[in-house]
């Protein structure tokens, strides 16, 4: 989309991929409860997807007030958020932005008999699903706000910005493909164990004169930090989990790396 540049433009974008439930989705979804006389335990499992493909090229350039929000959600985890609104002033975007999902195979073999204290369950999937956005935003005038919201099964990234001069660059990939999942379900509790070939690689820089803020979460570890005034920030954020599957058809974890890295760098921006 282009906007030629003039006095005064309204620019509005609205872009939505959310899959409405039970249209074209593929997936499962698990709920269990086992008890006995003095205990009960609960564990549930779902997911899900679409076949989808889509490729968006965005050029926004000019003088005006704009808008945007997009969404993506509903496959097998991975997804995206954004909420941009300028007031007046001059601005201009630039946006990639590729997704894809299909599916391969879903596998659920459960193991349980009546009257059973004991629930066990394999889950065997393949939804191959990946989403790569590449995004630049170049703005000076009476104030924006940009909020944008990134996440994996896994993980969950959020940035929020304030400016009336601002400049942000920002790359998001992730994919998700095999998993192979095990549960085991008695009325004293429930374990889960997951395999998987998945991934995320976060990349940001910016550079605001009134409030910059962002937040990553990956299991349990979490980074939140928040800046007042002018700030320039440079973060980066890589995820990534992956099993073999061996001639025997048996998972091997030979090959995980670090579930969870994170290499950052902030400092104050300088005035022009």
Known sequence: ??????????????????????????????????????????????????????????????????????????????????????????????????????????????????????????????????????????????GIRVNNVYTTREDRVETSFQASKFTRSVAFAAYRDKALISARVTPSGATEVEHKNAGMAFKLSSASDIYSGIRFVSGDDLVEEDYLGQFALDQKVMTQSRFNLTEAGQWSGCCILPAFSLNRTSSDANED
Not at 75 to 104: C, F, P
């Open 1 to 142: 989309m282009r906007a030629v540049a003039a006095k005064a433009i309204i620019i509005l974008l609205l872009i939505t991929l959310n899959i409405p439930l039970l249209e074209g989705k593929i997936g499962y979804s698990l709920n269990v409860v086992v008890n006995n006389s003095t205990m009960q335990s609960h564990w549930s499992r779902s997911e899900s997807t679409s076949k989808l493909k889509v490729q968006s090229e965005t050029r926004v350039s000019g003088d005006g007030n704009y808008s945007n929000y997009l969404k993506i959600s509903g496959l097998a985890g991975i997804g995206m958020h954004d909420r941009t609104h300028a007031n007046q002033g001059r601005l201009a975007i630039r946006d990639t932005l590729q997704v894809e999902s299909s599916e391969n195979w879903i596998d659920i073999e459960e193991r349980v008999t009546d009257n059973s204290e004991q629930y066990s369950v394999e889950i065997n999937e393949s939804l191959p699903t990946s989403i790569f956005n590449n995004n630049r935003i170049l703005y000076q005038g009476e």
